[in-house]
């Protein structure tokens, strides 16, 4: 049995999504785990939990760095965990509030931190006192791992990069011929695309620039390729820039209907961009495809590479390097090898039962 009480404070904790993760840590520690009843306008829901979160009541909730738990029972609890584990940003008030709790006492904190807003060229001394008072801080990944240095973090401070997780049982296999057929019987757009033959490409997230698919367009133009593409829309653009260029768009898809579209795939691609503000902490749509049989490709940047490994990367924006590792890709022995492999990385690095492991590690719990 588990010998120390682990406290998880998450401001996404009541989001079901995420309770495969909590279930699994579970298994490795007495987790407790805390977050507010409503963040950013979403009441969560108790009858939908896998794990019994506790829930409490907060002020300023619409924002991650504002949030404010109201009720004594959250300070009583994370004054008294064994470990206290964050998953707020640094610079966040609660991360704020949670060290005040925890001087002289273990508390980790998970940070995405992907540029320097807030931290006022290293002159925010909320910011310094946490970096001071915590055990260690757990980056996303290795970019995130420079940022956080860059904040004011010191180096010893900053352990291996712990990645997200997804659920296996959310994303799994389905026949790709019966995946296509389902796709076409819902949204007939999609039949006169597979017509085309040729490798069949797809993309799913946001469809905003910063996620790089312009480069979709380019692609279609100039490989014999069937692209496909799903997401909710940021830029209206972007929309008319690829279908011109004749890739098929479909609209946000639901987990089921998205288990088939990434089924029905050859290949998958996150091209995603490098911005200023913005990264890509994880790249978890390349994971949820590699579970649904496909292998996945992506741009070098943020976690892609440590998801679908550097070989299967290139240089974001970089056409060049795109097609020439679309066309290797052609060869569907190529595609299964890189498909075991992937498969086999994701299964030991970023299934919730590896993230529980790779947590356990860093906190030094015992079992």
């Known amino acids: 049995m588990p010998e120390h009480q682990l406290t998880m404070l998450w401001h996404e904790a009541g989001n079901s999504h995420y309770h ?8 490795v520690a007495n987790l407790t785990v805390m977050g507010p009843k409503t963040f950013q306008g979403t009441t969560f829901d108790p009858e939908k939990f896998r794990f019994p979160v506790k ?22 609890e994370a004054r008294r965990a064994d470990i206290l584990y964050v998953h707020e940003e640094p610079h966040s008030l609660v991360a704020f509030l949670s060290a005040t709790l925890r001087l002289g006492r273990p508390m980790y904190i998970e940070s995405s931190a992907i540029n320097l807003k807030g931290n006022l060229s290293g002159w925010n001394v909320l910011e310094r006192f946490v970096y001071k008072t915590a055990t260690k801080i757990i980056p996303k990944n290795h970019e995130v791992a420079d940022v956080l240095h860059r904040r004011g973090a010191p180096r010893s401070k900053i352990s291996t990069p712990i990645g ?6 959310s994303f799994s296999i389905v026949d790709k011929s019966a995946a296509r057929s389902a796709l076409a019987q819902k ?7 597979f017509k085309k033959g040729g490798l069949v490409l797809g993309y799913a997230g946001r469809i905003w620039q910063p996620k790089g698919i312009e480069i979709l367009a380019q692609l279609a133009q100039e490989l014999p390729v069937t692209i496909l593409a799903c997401g909710p829309v940021a830029d209206d ?8 260029a004749g890739v098929t768009v479909l609209p946000s898809l639901q987990k089921d209907d998205l288990r088939t579209f990434y089924s029905a795939l050859d290949l998958f691609i996150l091209p995603s961009l ?7 902490q994880f790249g978890r749509v390349c994971i949820e495809a590699i579970y649904c049989g496909t292998p996945a490709v992506g741009s070098h940047v943020g976690g892609i590479p440590m998801v679908i490994g550097a070989s299967q990367t290139f240089e974001a924006g970089n056409i060049e390097q795109a097609k020439a590792l679309l ?6 022995a190529e595609r299964a090898e890189i498909l075991r492999w992937q498969t086999a990385h994701v299964d030991e690095n970023f299934s919730w039962k590896a993230i529980a492991e790779q947590v356990l590690a860093v906190t030094h719990l015992k079992r």
């Open 20 to 27: 495969d993760r909590f279930v699994e840590l579970s298994k």
């Open 55 to 76: 829930l409490f009541n907060s002020v300023l909730s619409s924002h991650w760095l504002t949030f404010i738990p109201s009720t004594i029972a959250f300070y009583r």
């Open 164 to 169: 997200n997780g997804v659920s296996k049982s």
């Open 187 to 193: 949204y007939p757009q999609v039949s006169d695309a």
């Open 237 to 244: 653009y972007l929309v008319d820039t690829l279908v011109a």
């Open 274 to 280: 490098s911005t200023k503000n913005w990264r890509e």
């Open 327 to 332: 066309t290797k890709l052609s060869d569907e």
